[in-house]
Protein backbone atom coordinates (compact mmCIF):
# COMPACT_ATOMS: atom_id res chain seq x y z
CA UNK A 1 0.00 0.00 0.00
CA UNK A 2 2.73 2.84 0.56
CA UNK A 3 4.16 1.43 -2.56
CA UNK A 4 1.44 2.32 -4.03
CA UNK A 5 1.08 5.74 -2.28
CA UNK A 6 4.68 6.46 -2.85
CA UNK A 7 3.69 5.92 -6.84
CA UNK A 8 0.96 8.01 -7.05
CA UNK A 9 0.94 10.96 -9.00
CA UNK A 10 -1.29 13.56 -9.25
CA UNK A 11 -2.75 13.27 -12.84
CA UNK A 12 -6.42 15.55 -12.65
CA UNK A 13 -7.06 18.87 -10.76
CA UNK A 14 -9.27 17.01 -8.17
CA UNK A 15 -5.96 15.04 -7.41
CA UNK A 16 -4.18 18.11 -7.77
CA UNK A 17 -6.39 20.22 -5.30
CA UNK A 18 -6.41 16.79 -2.85
CA UNK A 19 -2.94 17.23 -2.28
CA UNK A 20 -3.07 20.94 -1.42
CA UNK A 21 -5.51 20.21 0.94
CA UNK A 22 -3.58 17.98 2.66
CA UNK A 23 -1.93 20.75 4.82
CA UNK A 24 -5.03 21.99 5.68
CA UNK A 25 -6.51 19.40 7.02
CA UNK A 26 -3.54 18.88 9.51
CA UNK A 27 -3.99 22.04 10.39
CA UNK A 28 -7.56 22.06 10.53
CA UNK A 29 -7.49 18.33 12.95
CA UNK A 30 -4.64 20.49 14.86
CA UNK A 31 -7.34 23.45 15.52
CA UNK A 32 -10.06 21.03 16.45
CA UNK A 33 -8.23 19.48 18.98
CA UNK A 34 -6.90 22.61 20.47
CA UNK A 35 -10.61 23.82 20.31
CA UNK A 36 -11.88 20.57 22.01
CA UNK A 37 -9.42 20.36 24.95
CA UNK A 38 -10.20 23.57 25.46
CA UNK A 39 -13.74 23.96 25.63
CA UNK A 40 -15.89 24.66 28.94
CA UNK A 41 -14.97 21.82 31.84
CA UNK A 42 -18.49 20.18 33.20
CA UNK A 43 -18.48 22.79 36.04
CA UNK A 44 -18.32 25.39 33.99
CA UNK A 45 -21.29 23.86 31.74
CA UNK A 46 -23.28 23.07 34.75
CA UNK A 47 -22.75 26.99 35.61
CA UNK A 48 -24.05 28.11 32.41
CA UNK A 49 -27.03 25.49 32.93
CA UNK A 50 -27.70 27.20 36.26
CA UNK A 51 -27.66 30.85 34.52
CA UNK A 52 -29.96 29.65 31.76
CA UNK A 53 -27.14 29.89 28.95
CA UNK A 54 -27.86 26.23 28.17
CA UNK A 55 -26.88 25.53 24.59
CA UNK A 56 -30.41 24.99 22.59
CA UNK A 57 -30.43 23.45 19.35
CA UNK A 58 -30.74 26.33 17.12
CA UNK A 59 -27.42 27.48 18.86
CA UNK A 60 -25.85 23.75 18.28
CA UNK A 61 -26.63 23.87 14.56
CA UNK A 62 -24.97 27.53 14.65
CA UNK A 63 -22.02 26.30 15.69
CA UNK A 64 -21.78 23.59 13.50
CA UNK A 65 -22.17 25.57 10.41
CA UNK A 66 -19.29 28.18 12.00
CA UNK A 67 -17.16 25.24 12.26
CA UNK A 68 -17.80 23.90 9.00
CA UNK A 69 -17.24 27.18 7.05
CA UNK A 70 -14.18 27.89 9.32
CA UNK A 71 -12.82 24.26 8.40
CA UNK A 72 -13.37 24.91 4.41
CA UNK A 73 -11.35 28.28 5.43
CA UNK A 74 -8.55 26.32 6.55
CA UNK A 75 -8.95 23.49 3.57
CA UNK A 76 -8.41 26.51 1.31
CA UNK A 77 -6.86 29.06 2.67
CA UNK A 78 -4.17 27.12 4.86
CA UNK A 79 -1.15 29.43 3.44
CA UNK A 80 -2.56 32.52 4.39
CA UNK A 81 -2.81 31.19 7.77
CA UNK A 82 0.85 30.00 7.30
CA UNK A 83 1.94 33.44 6.17
CA UNK A 84 -0.70 35.03 9.11
CA UNK A 85 0.96 32.61 11.98
CA UNK A 86 4.71 34.02 11.38
CA UNK A 87 3.78 37.63 10.80
CA UNK A 88 2.40 37.62 14.18
CA UNK A 89 5.54 35.58 15.59
CA UNK A 90 7.24 38.36 14.16
CA UNK A 91 5.12 40.81 15.22
CA UNK A 92 5.14 39.51 19.28
CA UNK A 93 9.01 39.69 18.96
CA UNK A 94 8.64 43.21 18.21
CA UNK A 95 6.43 43.93 21.21
CA UNK A 96 8.50 42.01 23.10
CA UNK A 97 11.66 43.90 22.59
CA UNK A 98 9.96 47.47 22.77
CA UNK A 99 8.72 46.56 26.23
CA UNK A 100 12.17 45.23 26.97
CA UNK A 101 13.88 48.59 26.05
CA UNK A 102 14.41 50.62 29.18
CA UNK A 103 12.90 53.68 29.40
CA UNK A 104 15.30 56.49 28.93
CA UNK A 105 14.66 60.46 28.22
CA UNK A 106 18.18 60.72 26.47
CA UNK A 107 18.53 59.47 23.19
CA UNK A 108 21.80 59.24 21.15
CA UNK A 109 20.62 62.83 18.90
CA UNK A 110 21.38 64.85 22.52
CA UNK A 111 24.46 63.41 23.70
CA UNK A 112 26.59 66.47 23.37
CA UNK A 113 30.31 65.99 24.67
CA UNK A 114 32.35 63.10 26.65
CA UNK A 115 32.68 63.94 30.13
CA UNK A 116 35.60 63.22 32.83
CA UNK A 117 33.67 62.07 35.81
CA UNK A 118 35.95 64.27 37.47
CA UNK A 119 34.92 67.55 35.71
CA UNK A 120 31.58 66.41 35.69
CA UNK A 121 31.90 66.74 39.70
CA UNK A 122 33.58 70.22 39.66
CA UNK A 123 31.03 71.82 38.10
CA UNK A 124 28.15 70.51 39.80
CA UNK A 125 28.10 71.96 43.47
CA UNK A 126 24.69 73.65 44.11
CA UNK A 127 25.11 77.23 46.18
CA UNK A 128 22.04 77.85 48.85
CA UNK A 129 22.42 80.67 50.99
CA UNK A 130 20.10 78.95 53.78
CA UNK A 131 22.33 75.89 53.27
CA UNK A 132 20.15 73.86 52.61
CA UNK A 133 21.91 71.25 49.88
CA UNK A 134 24.36 68.88 51.14
CA UNK A 135 27.95 70.14 50.35
CA UNK A 136 28.43 67.08 48.22
CA UNK A 137 28.61 67.39 44.56
CA UNK A 138 25.27 66.91 42.81
CA UNK A 139 23.47 68.14 45.86
CA UNK A 140 20.77 65.76 46.95
CA UNK A 141 21.20 64.11 44.04
CA UNK A 142 24.81 62.53 45.43
CA UNK A 143 23.52 59.13 46.25
CA UNK A 144 22.00 58.67 42.75
CA UNK A 145 25.04 60.34 41.05
CA UNK A 146 26.89 57.40 43.12
CA UNK A 147 24.90 54.68 42.06
CA UNK A 148 25.06 55.63 38.66
CA UNK A 149 29.18 55.43 38.47
CA UNK A 150 29.26 52.56 40.47
CA UNK A 151 27.87 50.74 37.08
CA UNK A 152 30.67 52.01 34.58
CA UNK A 153 32.90 49.25 35.09
CA UNK A 154 33.87 48.51 31.53
CA UNK A 155 37.07 49.71 30.05
CA UNK A 156 35.03 51.49 26.89
CA UNK A 157 32.40 52.68 29.30
CA UNK A 158 32.37 56.77 28.64
CA UNK A 159 30.13 59.45 30.30
CA UNK A 160 28.51 61.79 28.20
CA UNK A 161 26.60 65.05 28.88
CA UNK A 162 23.48 65.50 27.00
CA UNK A 163 21.01 68.43 26.71
CA UNK A 164 17.29 67.75 25.69
CA UNK A 165 15.57 70.88 24.28
CA UNK A 166 12.35 71.78 25.48
CA UNK A 167 9.25 70.48 23.33
CA UNK A 168 11.68 67.68 22.29
CA UNK A 169 10.28 63.67 22.07
CA UNK A 170 11.33 61.91 24.49
CA UNK A 171 11.50 58.09 25.79
CA UNK A 172 10.04 55.23 25.00
CA UNK A 173 6.67 56.39 24.36
CA UNK A 174 7.65 59.58 22.57
CA UNK A 175 6.23 61.98 25.35
CA UNK A 176 7.01 65.77 24.17
CA UNK A 177 9.04 67.36 27.24
CA UNK A 178 7.65 70.30 28.62
CA UNK A 179 11.17 71.60 29.96
CA UNK A 180 14.71 71.08 28.91
CA UNK A 181 15.75 68.40 30.58
CA UNK A 182 20.09 67.75 31.24
CA UNK A 183 22.25 65.64 32.98
CA UNK A 184 24.81 62.67 32.37
CA UNK A 185 24.39 58.97 29.94
CA UNK A 186 27.07 55.95 30.66
CA UNK A 187 27.20 54.81 27.01
CA UNK A 188 28.99 51.95 25.94
CA UNK A 189 29.60 51.16 21.74
CA UNK A 190 27.56 53.87 20.76
CA UNK A 191 24.72 52.42 23.11
CA UNK A 192 23.00 53.99 26.01
CA UNK A 193 23.12 52.25 29.20
CA UNK A 194 21.71 54.55 32.08
CA UNK A 195 20.89 58.08 32.35
CA UNK A 196 21.20 60.54 35.25
CA UNK A 197 19.36 63.66 35.09
CA UNK A 198 20.40 66.79 36.77
CA UNK A 199 17.52 68.99 36.06
CA UNK A 200 14.17 68.44 34.54
CA UNK A 201 10.64 69.11 36.07
CA UNK B 1 -8.11 58.41 36.80
CA UNK B 2 -9.27 60.41 39.41
CA UNK B 3 -8.39 64.02 39.43
CA UNK B 4 -5.50 64.09 41.99
CA UNK B 5 -4.62 66.05 45.13
CA UNK B 6 -2.75 69.14 44.37
CA UNK B 7 0.78 69.98 46.11
CA UNK B 8 0.96 73.13 48.26
CA UNK B 9 2.89 76.25 47.91
CA UNK B 10 3.54 79.09 49.96
CA UNK B 11 4.44 82.78 47.62
CA UNK B 12 4.38 85.90 49.03
CA UNK B 13 2.81 85.28 52.66
CA UNK B 14 1.97 82.41 54.79
CA UNK B 15 -1.27 81.60 52.77
CA UNK B 16 -0.75 78.01 50.79
CA UNK B 17 -2.33 78.07 47.46
CA UNK B 18 -2.79 74.47 45.13
CA UNK B 19 0.33 73.60 43.43
CA UNK B 20 -0.49 71.66 39.73
CA UNK B 21 2.86 70.58 39.69
CA UNK B 22 5.26 67.69 41.30
CA UNK B 23 8.72 69.12 41.42
CA UNK B 24 9.57 66.21 43.82
CA UNK B 25 9.25 63.79 40.88
CA UNK B 26 12.75 64.08 39.47
CA UNK B 27 14.26 63.07 42.48
CA UNK B 28 12.15 60.12 43.75
CA UNK B 29 12.84 58.71 40.11
CA UNK B 30 16.43 59.55 40.94
CA UNK B 31 16.76 58.03 44.21
CA UNK B 32 14.64 55.07 43.20
CA UNK B 33 12.43 55.50 46.08
CA UNK B 34 8.71 55.13 45.77
CA UNK B 35 6.09 55.67 47.84
CA UNK B 36 2.30 53.64 48.64
CA UNK B 37 -0.90 55.46 47.23
CA UNK B 38 -3.26 55.93 50.25
CA UNK B 39 -6.51 56.31 47.76
CA UNK B 40 -7.07 57.09 44.32
CA UNK B 41 -6.69 60.87 44.29
CA UNK B 42 -2.87 60.06 45.17
CA UNK B 43 -1.82 57.80 43.08
CA UNK B 44 1.87 59.29 43.99
CA UNK B 45 1.33 58.59 47.24
CA UNK B 46 2.58 61.58 48.63
CA UNK B 47 2.04 65.66 49.04
CA UNK B 48 4.69 67.92 49.39
CA UNK B 49 4.37 71.89 50.74
CA UNK B 50 6.53 73.90 48.59
CA UNK B 51 7.97 77.37 49.75
CA UNK B 52 9.54 80.29 47.33
CA UNK B 53 12.09 82.10 49.52
CA UNK B 54 13.61 85.13 48.74
CA UNK B 55 17.25 85.38 49.77
CA UNK B 56 19.37 88.94 48.13
CA UNK B 57 17.32 88.97 45.58
CA UNK B 58 16.99 85.54 44.14
CA UNK B 59 13.90 83.68 44.83
CA UNK B 60 14.50 79.96 45.46
CA UNK B 61 11.91 76.68 45.56
CA UNK B 62 12.21 74.84 48.57
CA UNK B 63 10.14 71.58 50.37
CA UNK B 64 9.27 72.72 53.80
CA UNK B 65 7.02 69.82 54.22
CA UNK B 66 5.93 66.31 53.02
CA UNK B 67 3.42 63.80 53.82
CA UNK B 68 4.47 60.76 52.51
CA UNK B 69 2.89 57.41 52.75
CA UNK B 70 5.85 54.47 53.15
CA UNK B 71 2.98 52.10 54.02
CA UNK B 72 -0.77 52.34 53.93
CA UNK B 73 -0.31 53.47 57.94
CA UNK B 74 3.59 54.77 58.44
CA UNK B 75 3.83 58.48 57.02
CA UNK B 76 7.24 59.81 56.95
CA UNK B 77 8.14 63.88 56.29
CA UNK B 78 10.52 65.44 54.94
CA UNK B 79 13.55 64.45 56.96
CA UNK B 80 13.09 60.80 56.60
CA UNK B 81 13.57 61.65 52.93
CA UNK B 82 16.26 63.85 53.14
CA UNK B 83 18.13 62.97 56.60
CA UNK B 84 19.12 65.84 58.78
CA UNK B 85 17.47 68.56 56.75
CA UNK B 86 14.29 70.16 57.90
CA UNK B 87 13.89 71.99 54.36
CA UNK B 88 15.38 71.42 50.89
CA UNK B 89 16.18 73.47 48.31
CA UNK B 90 14.97 71.27 44.61
CA UNK B 91 18.04 72.60 42.97
CA UNK B 92 17.04 69.39 40.48
CA UNK B 93 13.80 71.34 39.13
CA UNK B 94 13.81 72.95 35.74
CA UNK B 95 10.82 73.62 34.47
CA UNK B 96 7.77 75.15 34.79
CA UNK B 97 5.24 75.43 38.20
CA UNK B 98 1.31 75.66 37.79
CA UNK B 99 -0.62 77.14 40.30
CA UNK B 100 -4.15 77.21 39.55
CA UNK B 101 -5.71 80.37 40.47
CA UNK B 102 -9.85 81.59 41.29
CA UNK B 103 -12.71 79.87 40.45
CA UNK B 104 -12.83 76.07 38.77
CA UNK B 105 -14.85 76.72 35.23
CA UNK B 106 -14.47 72.80 34.57
CA UNK B 107 -13.86 69.85 36.58
CA UNK B 108 -12.07 67.02 34.79
CA UNK B 109 -12.16 63.72 36.65
CA UNK B 110 -8.19 63.16 35.65
CA UNK B 111 -5.07 64.10 36.89
CA UNK B 112 -4.31 67.79 37.10
CA UNK B 113 -6.45 68.46 34.03
CA UNK B 114 -9.45 70.93 35.84
CA UNK B 115 -9.63 74.54 34.68
CA UNK B 116 -9.62 77.29 36.80
CA UNK B 117 -9.80 80.93 36.13
CA UNK B 118 -6.36 81.83 36.49
CA UNK B 119 -3.01 79.82 36.20
CA UNK B 120 -0.35 81.18 37.75
CA UNK B 121 2.67 80.56 35.91
CA UNK B 122 6.21 79.91 37.20
CA UNK B 123 9.84 79.06 35.50
CA UNK B 124 12.48 78.11 37.34
CA UNK B 125 16.03 77.02 36.49
CA UNK B 126 17.90 74.98 38.78
CA UNK B 127 15.49 75.76 41.52
CA UNK B 128 15.72 79.28 40.97
CA UNK B 129 12.45 81.80 40.01
CA UNK B 130 13.52 83.40 36.59
CA UNK B 131 9.93 84.65 35.39
CA UNK B 132 6.55 84.24 36.22
CA UNK B 133 3.32 85.34 34.59
CA UNK B 134 -0.36 84.50 34.78
CA UNK B 135 -2.67 82.88 32.05
CA UNK B 136 -6.10 83.64 31.72
CA UNK B 137 -8.21 80.53 30.91
CA UNK B 138 -11.81 80.38 29.47
CA UNK B 139 -14.55 78.16 29.66
CA UNK B 140 -13.35 75.67 26.70
CA UNK B 141 -16.39 75.02 24.41
CA UNK B 142 -18.70 71.96 25.26
CA UNK B 143 -18.11 69.26 22.80
CA UNK B 144 -21.16 67.85 21.06
CA UNK B 145 -22.31 64.41 19.48
CA UNK B 146 -20.97 65.69 15.57
CA UNK B 147 -17.41 66.16 17.12
CA UNK B 148 -17.24 62.81 19.12
CA UNK B 149 -16.01 59.50 16.50
CA UNK B 150 -18.94 57.37 16.00
CA UNK B 151 -17.89 54.65 17.80
CA UNK B 152 -18.02 56.28 21.19
CA UNK B 153 -21.48 58.10 20.81
CA UNK B 154 -24.08 57.16 22.93
CA UNK B 155 -26.67 54.30 21.63
CA UNK B 156 -29.35 56.15 19.32
Known sequence: MIDALLAWRPQTWVDYLLLYIVPGFGMAMYLLA??????PSEFARGLLNVLGKKLTL???????????????????GWPGFVIWYFMNKKAEVARQE????????CAPEYLVAV????????????IDPLGKVPALP????????????????DEQDELWSFYIPMGSKVGKYQRMCRAEIRGYAHVRDGKILAEFITESD | MTAQVAERLIYGGNKEIGLFSNPLSLYLKQTGISFVSPHTANWRGYVGTWKIIETDGVERLYLVKLSAHKSYEEIVGVSDVFPGFDKVF????????RCPQGAQLEYRHMGYGSIYEY???????????VN???????????KEEKDIPSFLRRGQ
Open chain 1, 34 to 39: KTIRER
Open chain 2, 132 to 142: KHARHNEVPPK
Open chain 2, 90 to 97: AHWFTGQL
Open chain 1, 115 to 126: VNPVDAEITSYV
Open chain 2, 119 to 129: DLLMDFKQGVL
Open chain 1, 138 to 153: FGHLNKAWGNFLANML
Open chain 1, 58 to 76: VDRIKDGAVYCFALACVLL
Open chain 1, 98 to 105: FQERPEFD
